[in-house]
């Protein structure tokens, strides 16, 4: 008896690693203190406005941050095909942006020193018209997971046809709309450091820098106009599944990266 649970630990201890970080490439805000209150700026359409208060809700129970929503965020065309956020904010975005195979997207742009100093969100409302996404638990799902994305996680699985792990950050169908205690846990593991500046704005609206580094560290410099920002993804990091990864560097060294949840494959597999 004693030897089975003797066993039985130490796999769960190699199993450990495995299931352990769900970091998106360790990135993460900077920030000074213990918990921070993070803009998030919506723009998108009243029918998304309860996925999106939900959502912010759901990551704001995390000990380590919350976002602070910006009902009133600019909901034109022009702003939400964009989707760009001011430095030190989030902004996330509905639009019908085509059939372009992706369902949501998640952008993350790096300071120099590769904190995230910005992030947005897309919802292709392509899709989510679209009999088969038109659900509140796809809706809420995605929203619960790009938004995530924008903190720095990554997916705990990717497989579609197992187990649910119960959490929006789980490739699943029906997806599941909120996160779970290793989300959090995932999120304090990645926070509980402090650094020694804030790359997010620091409270009220209307888009202010957001830079509290110090002369000469972190930040993006803003040299960069918008139009030259705004020039697409970049180069593919690599695939799996259902999620892809692009990389775009400005002239500066500002990095940008997207996080692609692709809708295709899944219409694929699962064609009636
Ligand atoms: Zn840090
Ligand atoms: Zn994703």
Avoid at 5 to 30: K, Q
Avoid at 95 to 118: M, R
Avoid at 136 to 152: A, I, R
Avoid at 218 to 226: Q, S
Wanted: with cysteine.
């Amino acid at each position: 008896m004693r030897k089975i649970v003797r066993s039985a630990v130490v796999l769960a201890l190699l199993s450990s690693p495995a299931i352990a970080d769900h970091s998106w490439g360790d990135y993460h805000w900077a920030r000074n203190s213990s918990s921070f209150d993070l803009q998030l700026i919506n723009s998108t359409t009243s029918d998304w406005d309860s996925y999106v208060s939900k959502a912010a809700n759901d990551w704001s129970s995390s000990n380590v941050m919350n976002f602070v929503e910006d009902t009133n965020g600019d909901t034109s065309s022009r702003t939400r095909r964009k989707c760009n956020a001011p430095e030190g904010m989030v902004r996330i975005c509905n639009l019908a942006y085509g059939q372009n195979g992706w369902l949501g997207i998640a952008g993350i742009s790096l300071d120099s020193n590769g904190h995230i100093s910005k992030g947005y969100t897309k919802l292709n409302d392509t899709y989510f018209s679209m009999d088969y996404y038109n659900s509140d638990d796809w809706k809420q799902s995605v929203t619960c997971q790009e938004l995530g994305h924008d903190l720095g996680l990554d997916h705990q699985d990717e497989d579609f046809n197992n187990t649910s792990l119960k959490t929006c950050m789980d490739y699943q169908d029906p997806p599941w709309p909120d996160p779970n205690q290793h989300d959090y846990e995932q999120l304090s593991t990645m926070y509980a450091h402090t650094d020694s500046y804030n790359s997010y704005a620091g409270g009220g609206d209307g888009g202010g820098s957001g830079c509290n580094a110090p002369p000469g560290k972190g930040c993006n410099k803003g040299a960069t106009p918008d139009s030259a920002r705004e020039t697409g993804w970049g180069m593919s990091l690599g695939r799996r599944g259902n999620s892809e990864v692009f990389l775009r560097v400005d002239p500066d060294g500002t990095r940008h990266l997207t996080h692609v949840l692709w809708a295709v494959g899944h219409d694929q597999e699962h064609a009636h």
